[in-house]
Structure formats: structure tokens, C-alpha cells
């Protein structure tokens, strides 16, 4: 006898069609996507093993290569956000008893902790209060020390507004066999970054910061060194989806069969990538450094000061001191609710001193600096 089962409608919202209010996102990221960016996810997905496909992502390779200034063979994007890049770049990197060595000088230095953990890393750290970066003595002294696998640092600190300088550093990596493992999230695209002059041998990206583009397909690469570490692996990547072995075979001349790739966002990050190659890395470079300077003199005249040294600061997200006896969390609120406006308040050690405050990619302009410091003037007390 067949059983008549009721269909549970409770979750059977009867909505009207989306309506998302329309913001200036100057937070940590996202930042707001190009039109021509928005315009190109539109597009009707071909499958993913079309010919025209399977060029588009040619296409992202070449200009992946391009915007990190690498000529690494395995660059490709991953789909998932940053964090997916992340682990794509532990899990293929780390062997179960690796000595990992990671520069902690904020929140995403802690998260490349646990999950190098995960790994099965031996983890050591070096630290530093929120907002500095490591120099030079302080890396060679911890890579005598520790002799690790894998030296990993955090290149645009999103959590502090910090930018960890990377010249030189491979130098010291080589002299201990190390490879150089670098989170370029909050830099790519709008921070001058160099991977082979810098000899980094890992790093990742997203694509809703510095490309302009939304959340969800993240570039990774990886040197020749760090391919050959991975292929004399004597154990499995322990991560199925993120195995570079696997998933090179579907970017590589293979084209074999992996996962369903979330073809709209590729052809968001191509044409992402497409503007940012025809505007060109120095200008872009130049633009979000020009911006930012623009903003840090706009809100000094407002009386509001920096939390990291000049020198270190980035180009792509400024962390702002909130003053004392003013509710950071209320003043956000007002922006984004009065305004439209959306900033970031502080992370861990940061948290209620701090504002982020973000000009990455298509927000890097002189219009979003003008329309954020006009919100501040009316709501700061
Ligand atoms: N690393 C850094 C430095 C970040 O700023 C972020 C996100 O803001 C991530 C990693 C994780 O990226 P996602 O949020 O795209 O997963």
C-alpha cells in the first residue's frame, strides 16, 4: 500500500520578485561590481566543456598571469570565494607533519592557523600587534629558528589595513628550502604586487575586492617548486574538490571532467580581468593609491586619525580610529541605513576601536571618497 505523504508547506514563502536596496559598499569587501562586469554575468550559460568555454578560461589563465606579474603554468580559478583559494593553496601545500611557519599580525593570519592545523601542519607562528608588519630580521631569526616548509604571510591584512612588504623575503626562504605562501586578497589588482620578481611560490585571491567582480570564483597559483612538492606528496590532498592534481587536469590540456564550473562567474571574472588589463596594473595601481591619499587627507580634516603607520598602509582598505565616546556600530548603522553606505567595524583585536573602510576595484574613486566623507560630516558628532 502506498503512503499518501503531505507536502510541508511552511516554508513555502509566497514573495514578491527580488528587490535589493542599492549600496556603496566601502566596507572590507565586496565592493561594488562593474556594470560591464554585472553585465556580462547575464549572459546564458554554455556548458562547461563548450569550446568557448573552455577559451574563456584560457582567457582567465593568460590574465590571472598578467594581474600577479607570474608566469607560474598552474594559475587557475577556483570555484568558491577567497577562502576556498585559501584552502585550495593549505591543502596541496601541507603534508601531514609539515613545519609551517605563519606570520600572525591579524585575522586572517589566525585563520591560515587553524586551517594549516587542519592539514595536519606542524604550526608555528610569529606575531605582532594588530596593524604592524614583520620585518626582514624578524622573519630570517623565526626561519632559522622553526626551518620550516612553508613560510606563509598575509600580504594586505584586511583585518587591519596593513601591508606586509614582500621584497627580499624569498631570499631569506631559499637559504632554508622554504616556500613562500602569500594571501594576495585584499591586493590583487589594486596594490603593486610582483609574484615572480618577489619569488612567492603560492598565492591566492578573490574576485569581489581589487577585479571588481562578485564573490565566487578566486584565483590560485603555484610555482614550479611548489607543483613539484605537490606531485612527490607521499599522501593524498585530503580535499577532493581543491586537488590540484585533479582540477589542473580540467584547466590543463586534459579538459577532463572535474565539477560543474559556476560558468556565469567566470565570465564575470574574465571581463573583470579584461578591464583591468586594458586600464593596465600601474594605473589601476595608481588609481587606488591616489584615491586613498585623497581619503586619508578627507578624514584627517574631519579630525579622524589612522591606525596603521603611513608607510604600511594600504592602498586598498584604511582602518580608521574611532574616537573616543563615539558608538562605531551606530555611526556604520546611520551610513548604511541614512546613506546607503556600507563600511566595516574591527575584527578581533580591533573591534569597536576601528572602522574599514574599503576602496577596492570599480569603488576606487574620487565620487565614493566624496560621498563618503559628505555622509561622515552629517553624521559624526
Ligand atoms: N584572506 C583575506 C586577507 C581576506 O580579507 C578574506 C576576506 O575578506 C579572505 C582571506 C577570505 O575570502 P572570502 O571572504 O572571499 O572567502
Known sequence: MTQTISINDSGRLQLTPLEIPSRLLLGPGPSNAHPTVLQAINTSPVGHLDPAFLALMDEIQSLLRYVW?????LTIAVSGTGTAAMEATIANAVEPGDVVLIGVAGYFGNRLVDMAGRYGADVRTITKPWGQVFNLDELQTALKTYRPAILALVHAETSTGARQPLEGVTDLCREFGTLLLVDTVTSLGGVPLFLDAWGVDL???CSQKGLGCPPGASPFTMSARAVEKLQQRQTKVANWYLDMLLLGKYW???RTYHHTAPINLYYALREALRLLAEEGLANSWQRHQKNVEYLWEGLENLGLSMHV????????????CIPAGVDGKAIARQLLNEYNIEIGGGLGELAGKVWRVGLMGFNSRKDSVDQLLAALRQVLP
Not at 606579474?69 to 603554468?73: L, V
Not at 603607520?309 to 580608521?320: K, S
Open 203 to 205: 598565492a591566492y585571491s
Open 252 to 254: 590543463g590540456a586534459e
Open 309 to 320: 603607520e603611513q608607510e604600511y598602509r594600504l592602498p586598498t582598505l584604511t582602518t580608521v
Open 69 to 73: 606579474q607570474t608566469e607560474n603554468s
